[in-house]
């Protein structure tokens, strides 16, 4: 049998752990960015395997090192299929929030026939962030921070502005702002990884404009953009409850694959 568990506190040695055992194996670190927001640390899940029935008495060693770094806030994502994973964590509290997709935009390069309809797509700088960072306050509110009725929509808000914020500086995630003429119409966030995968992180219309016929458009102008870019597919990530949106990926032509379940874990008040 091996064990192992570490963990810290510090903004330079974000809390982790690890379990390992016959019946259990289980890793965890914590998500900085939800830290900041939250106040206490925010851990997620990124790997567990139910190995025996064994597991029960293991993952306790989770929920004491939860309980140590003062942790109020956990998520896990599982493929959909992992039923005996999704009943351990309900056995110690967690509950399920949603089913979540990951559409693909596969043979970009062949499939690709559209433009940027009539839109303009820049790089966006820090004279658009005002209008996007106002945008991202109010565009996701079918997200699992929104939804998970014992969190703070407030909290979510300033999650996604402070996602849109950071993206000035960071090392590959790209915001884009698209406008007609000079409207801000959506803004999408994407990264461009090794294996020629476009990863539109975060997207949306912004509030002014929706209703006019611009989701369609925003996505396939952004589609273009990622075919002129040199990708050979792309890739997001919906909710199912966001069911207006994942009509518009089916009629684009993206391809489903198997879903994810998302849980939470909420320290009770």
Not at 41 to 65: M, T, Y
Not at 143 to 167: A, C, F, K, M
Not at 216 to 224: V, Y
Request: glycine share 8%; with cysteine.
């Amino acid at each position: 049998m091996s064990r192992s568990t570490e963990s810290g506190t510090t903004a330079a040695a974000p809390t982790s752990g690890s379990i390992d055992t016959p019946d259990l194996q289980l890793s965890w670190t914590e998500a900085p960015w939800d830290t900041v927001i939250f106040g206490d640390p925010v851990l997620q899940i990124n790997h567990i395997e139910v190995r025996s029935p064994g597991a029960k008495d293991d993952i306790g060693e989770f929920v004491r090192a939860r309980d140590a770094v003062g942790s109020k806030l956990v998520s896990c994502r599982l493929s959909h299929e992992r039923l005996r994973e999704s009943m351990l964590l309900e056995d110690i509290g967690f509950r399920f929030i949603e089913m979540l997709y990951q559409p693909e935009f596969d043979n970009l390069q062949s499939s690709c026939t559209g433009d940027k309809q009539g839109l303009t797509i820049t790089r966006a700088t820090e004279a658009d962030l005002p209008e996007v960072i106002d945008a991202a306050g109010t565009a996701f509110g079918n997200e699992r921070i929104h939804i998970d009725p014992r969190l703070s929509s407030r909290l979510g808000d300033l999650r996604y502005q402070n996602w849109v914020r950071s993206t000035l500086g960071h090392a590959s995630q790209r915001l884009y702002a698209l406008r007609d003429g000079q409207v801000l119409v959506a803004f999408f966030v994407t990264e461009s990884l090794p294996d020629g995968t476009c990863y539109w992180h975060l997207n949306a219309v912004a509030p002014g404009a929706q209703g006019q016929g611009y989701g369609r458009r925003a996505w396939q102008a952004m589609l273009a953009q990622a075919r002129d870019e040199s990708a050979v597919r792309v890739r997001t990530a919906i909710v199912a409850r966001n069911h207006r949106v994942l009509n518009l990926y089916a009629h684009l032509g993206f391809r489903f694959p198997a879903p994810l379940m998302t849980f939470h874990w909420v320290h009770p008040e």
